[in-house]
């Protein structure tokens, strides 16, 4: 029995090792992210553009474009290649819980390229463009303020530079900053495990010392 008694006490330096384990990747991923990012750009508004922040990502940016609700606004592209896809997106700037979009794009031939309902911060998505063409987006406000907003493009972004390029806003933004997400998650449940571990463990410690 106190051969028991002595293993226990030893097993319960688990849980504080794997929650300690766990402190460090989620204190390495926020360094990770804050590297990438530093938190006065985070705090600050005026930087929190996703074109601001991952500047050279996209081949062009509209201005911002001001939407009062029930009213939309307009922007046009003009693509410079044929067979190749288009990436798009659309960010409300300084977005609020409730803010609901729809983005209907068309070509001046009126050909409908489709209708994307947007009610979080930002979308993206891509469009196979068979031929060269103007695209005319549409951005309806569907909620109850007034917003801003602001369209990005990029033209066969897999062959332009913008992924690939070692010194790439992908490569050195994007990438990190999912490096840093996947750990933090791992973090976290690293550290949970350890607390868990850690109170089984006092838990068996206490039984066995009743059972003395």
Known sequence: MGF???ILIKMKKRGPVIG?????LVVGSLSVMFSVFPASNITNRDDSSIPSMFEGMFSQVSDNIQITPGESGYFSYSTKSSDVPLLWGVQIIDYHDGDNLSISISNIYGDNYGVFPQDGPIIFET?????S???NFEIQNHGSRIINVVVMLSED?????????????FMNKILPLAISGILIILG???LLIGVIISLVDWKN????????
């Not at 300690?20 to 460090?24: E, N």
């Open 4 to 6: 028991i008694f002595i």
């Open 20 to 24: 300690i384990i766990g402190l460090m």
């Open 127 to 131: 469009l196979e463009i068979t031929k």
């Open 133 to 135: 063409d103007t695209l």
């Open 157 to 169: 972004p897999d062959n332009s530079g913008a992924l690939s390029s070692p010194n790439s806003p």
């Open 188 to 190: 976290i449940i690293t």
């Open 205 to 212: 410690i206490q039984n066995n010392k009743r059972n003395f």
